[in-house]
Protein backbone atom coordinates (compact mmCIF):
# COMPACT_ATOMS: atom_id res chain seq x y z
CA UNK A 1 0.00 0.00 0.00
CA UNK A 2 1.12 3.19 -1.04
CA UNK A 3 -0.15 6.55 1.56
CA UNK A 4 -0.30 9.81 -0.32
CA UNK A 5 -0.93 13.09 1.70
CA UNK A 6 -1.09 16.72 0.19
CA UNK A 7 -0.20 20.27 1.28
CA UNK A 8 -0.17 23.57 0.43
CA UNK A 9 -3.27 24.75 -0.28
CA UNK A 10 -5.26 28.14 0.71
CA UNK A 11 -6.31 31.20 -0.61
CA UNK A 12 -4.81 33.57 -3.06
CA UNK A 13 -5.35 36.37 -4.34
CA UNK A 14 -6.40 36.05 -9.10
CA UNK A 15 -2.54 36.11 -10.42
CA UNK A 16 -0.57 34.76 -7.28
CA UNK A 17 1.11 31.65 -6.76
CA UNK A 18 0.86 28.72 -4.83
CA UNK A 19 2.53 25.23 -4.52
CA UNK A 20 1.19 22.11 -3.57
CA UNK A 21 3.08 19.10 -2.26
CA UNK A 22 2.09 15.20 -1.96
CA UNK A 23 4.08 13.23 0.40
CA UNK A 24 4.11 9.47 -0.50
CA UNK A 25 4.70 6.56 1.96
CA UNK A 26 4.42 3.10 2.22
CA UNK A 27 5.36 1.00 -0.26
CA UNK A 28 6.83 3.52 -2.79
CA UNK A 29 8.68 1.21 -4.78
CA UNK A 30 5.29 0.05 -7.00
CA UNK A 31 4.91 4.05 -8.04
CA UNK A 32 5.44 4.66 -11.74
CA UNK A 33 3.83 7.85 -12.12
CA UNK A 34 2.30 10.78 -10.11
CA UNK A 35 -0.98 12.89 -11.05
CA UNK A 36 -2.74 16.10 -9.89
CA UNK A 37 -6.11 16.22 -10.58
CA UNK A 38 -9.09 18.89 -9.30
CA UNK A 39 -12.52 18.55 -8.81
CA UNK A 40 -14.42 21.90 -8.45
CA UNK A 41 -18.03 21.95 -6.76
CA UNK A 42 -20.45 20.45 -9.55
CA UNK A 43 -17.58 19.41 -11.70
CA UNK A 44 -16.27 16.22 -12.59
CA UNK A 45 -12.59 15.54 -11.24
CA UNK A 46 -10.33 16.62 -13.90
CA UNK A 47 -6.60 15.76 -14.77
CA UNK A 48 -3.76 18.37 -13.98
CA UNK A 49 -0.53 17.18 -14.29
CA UNK A 50 1.10 13.67 -14.28
CA UNK A 51 5.28 13.49 -14.05
CA UNK A 52 6.62 9.55 -14.16
CA UNK A 53 8.49 8.65 -11.13
CA UNK A 54 11.71 7.65 -13.04
CA UNK A 55 11.90 8.83 -16.35
CA UNK A 56 11.67 12.71 -17.44
CA UNK A 57 8.42 12.93 -18.51
CA UNK A 58 5.61 15.09 -17.67
CA UNK A 59 2.16 16.16 -18.91
CA UNK A 60 -0.13 19.07 -18.25
CA UNK A 61 -4.08 19.34 -18.94
CA UNK A 62 -4.03 22.41 -21.84
CA UNK A 63 -6.06 24.46 -19.16
CA UNK A 64 -2.82 24.74 -17.06
CA UNK A 65 0.45 25.11 -19.59
CA UNK A 66 2.64 27.20 -19.10
CA UNK A 67 1.31 28.28 -16.05
CA UNK A 68 1.48 24.68 -13.66
CA UNK A 69 5.15 23.15 -12.94
CA UNK A 70 5.17 19.46 -11.63
CA UNK A 71 8.32 18.34 -10.18
CA UNK A 72 9.40 15.68 -8.14
CA UNK A 73 11.93 14.79 -5.21
CA UNK A 74 12.51 10.99 -5.54
CA UNK A 75 14.70 11.02 -2.32
CA UNK A 76 12.29 12.51 -0.44
CA UNK A 77 9.09 10.95 -2.33
CA UNK A 78 7.54 13.63 -3.10
CA UNK A 79 5.79 15.49 -5.89
CA UNK A 80 5.11 19.41 -5.90
CA UNK A 81 2.81 21.50 -8.20
CA UNK A 82 3.75 24.65 -8.18
CA UNK A 83 0.80 26.91 -9.78
CA UNK A 84 1.35 30.46 -11.00
CA UNK A 85 -0.61 33.03 -12.53
CA UNK A 86 -3.57 31.14 -10.78
CA UNK A 87 -7.18 32.59 -12.19
CA UNK A 88 -10.53 32.46 -10.21
CA UNK A 89 -11.45 28.92 -12.56
CA UNK A 90 -8.93 27.86 -10.78
CA UNK A 91 -10.74 27.40 -7.32
CA UNK A 92 -11.13 23.54 -6.65
CA UNK A 93 -9.77 20.87 -4.50
CA UNK A 94 -6.56 19.31 -5.42
CA UNK A 95 -6.48 15.52 -5.37
CA UNK A 96 -2.71 13.50 -6.06
CA UNK A 97 -3.08 10.28 -7.24
CA UNK A 98 -0.49 7.43 -8.24
CA UNK A 99 -0.09 5.08 -10.61
CA UNK A 100 -3.59 6.31 -13.36
CA UNK A 101 -4.74 4.95 -16.31
CA UNK A 102 -7.17 8.08 -17.05
CA UNK A 103 -9.21 8.67 -13.49
CA UNK A 104 -8.95 4.92 -12.59
CA UNK A 105 -5.66 5.88 -10.22
CA UNK A 106 -4.12 3.13 -7.74
CA UNK A 107 -3.94 5.77 -4.49
CA UNK A 108 -5.70 9.14 -3.88
CA UNK A 109 -4.43 11.46 -1.32
CA UNK A 110 -7.16 13.27 0.51
CA UNK A 111 -7.39 16.61 -1.17
CA UNK A 112 -6.35 20.30 -0.65
CA UNK A 113 -8.51 23.04 -1.22
CA UNK A 114 -6.93 25.77 -2.90
CA UNK A 115 -9.28 29.25 -3.52
CA UNK A 116 -8.65 31.95 -5.82
CA UNK A 117 -10.40 35.42 -5.78
CA UNK A 118 -11.04 37.66 -8.05
Known amino acids: QVQLVESGGGLVQAGGSLRLSCAAS????????MHWFRQAPGNEREFVAA????????NYADSVKGRFTISRDNAKNTVNLQMNSLKPEDTAVYYCAANCRGKNCDYWGQGTQVTVSS
Open 26 to 33: GRTVTLSA
Open 51 to 58: IAWIAVST
